[in-house]
């Protein structure tokens, strides 16, 4: 079994209006190690991270940071915790070189100017420690970087920040193959790093490529959240679309040998499984 999680969501309910997105949602992530977060399109993932960034705030349930319980109401208090996301579109500025961009809002000051040299030395720290070596200058502009690059300064811009946690929604969705290699490298080095990272991906090649676990939302709920080696592309895929599979005894009602790892609906993985109010995770 892996260690215990650094973040853990429990419960967790979230309504816009009278739709409800996010419903009982249980979610951990271990320090080094990547957990994918998985499901389809509208599932709930991006409202799940904002939720842990402190975008939205939650209606009910319980977010455990570090084994305590904390609350996190704004993007400030996330931060506060360690907390980083690397959003896909809105990562960077075009018009700034990648030292700006990676300072932005939050720039060293010497007196009343910009420490440059400082803040130059800290991202080409940051960047040597995550083995980047493709930038050819910290002075040049975001815009002349390549989509892999981009994401990648997006990257360490997260790390600077002596983040423990790092969420990364669909970072590799715009890149070709060797640029996606690339990042998803550096996804796994952020975890080996020691942080907890999480990856929302589509691509199921990426999440089996990087990930420890794999959670998988289905229409607002987490179906189940299972080490990677324990599922099959197959299985994850089911879940996902289906918010059961046949492969997997999620429910523990079917008595085949399921060892109770597995989470359905409502359920944790640390209680013992058992019937559940989201139908079907039967075989
Ligand atoms: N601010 C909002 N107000 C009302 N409904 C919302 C809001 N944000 C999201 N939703 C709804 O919540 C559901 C989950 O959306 P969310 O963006 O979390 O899905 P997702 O899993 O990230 O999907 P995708 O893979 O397409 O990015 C969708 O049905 C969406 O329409
Ligand atoms: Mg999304």
């Known amino acids: 079994m892996s260690a215990t999680p650094l973040l853990e969501l429990r419960g967790i ?27 389809d399109n509208g599932a709930g993932k991006s409202t799940l991270v904002k939720c842990i960034s402190g975008i939205y705030s939650i209606d009910s349930g319980e977010i455990v940071f570090d084994g305590r319980p904390v609350r996190i ?11 980083e996301v690397v959003y896909q579109d809105l990562a960077l500025c075009d ?9 932005l809002g939050r720039e060293k000051r010497s007196g009343l100017v910009l420490d440059e040299p400082t803040m130059e030395q800290m991202a080409a720290e940051t960047l040597a420690g995550l083995s980047v070596r493709t930038v050819k200058s910290l002075r040049q502009h975001v815009s002349s970087l390549s989509g892999g690059q981009r994401q990648t300064v997006a990257i360490a811009k997260a790390v600077l920040w002596n983040s423990r946690v790092v969420i990364l929604d669909e970072p590799t969705a715009a890149l070709g193959v060797a640029q996606t290699a690339q990042v998803l490298e550096l996804v796994r080095r952020l975890a080996d790093n020691g942080l907890a990272v999480v990856l929302i991906s589509h691509n199921m090649n990426d999440v089996f490529a990087v990930s420890d676990q794999i959670a998988m939302l289905y229409l607002g709920q987490m179906v189940a959240q299972l080490r990677t080696s324990e599922v099959t592309h197959a299985q994850v895929v089911e879940l996902i679309t289906a918010g059961r599979s046949g492969g997997l005894g999620l429910s523990g009602d079917n008595g085949d040998g399921a060892n109770g790892t597995g989470t359905s609906g409502a359920d944790r993985h640390d209680t013992p499984p058992t019937a559940t109010t989201e139908p079907g995770v039967d075989r």
């Open 95 to 103: 018009n700034l070189d990648i030292v700006q961009n990676m300072f």
């Open 13 to 39: 309910d979230k309504s816009f209006g009278p739709v409800q997105v996010l419903r009982n949602v249980d979610f951990s992530v271990t320090a080094g190690e990547v957990t994918a977060l998985v499901g």
């Open 73 to 83: 109401n704004s993007p400030r208090d996330a931060a506060a915790l360690g907390i």
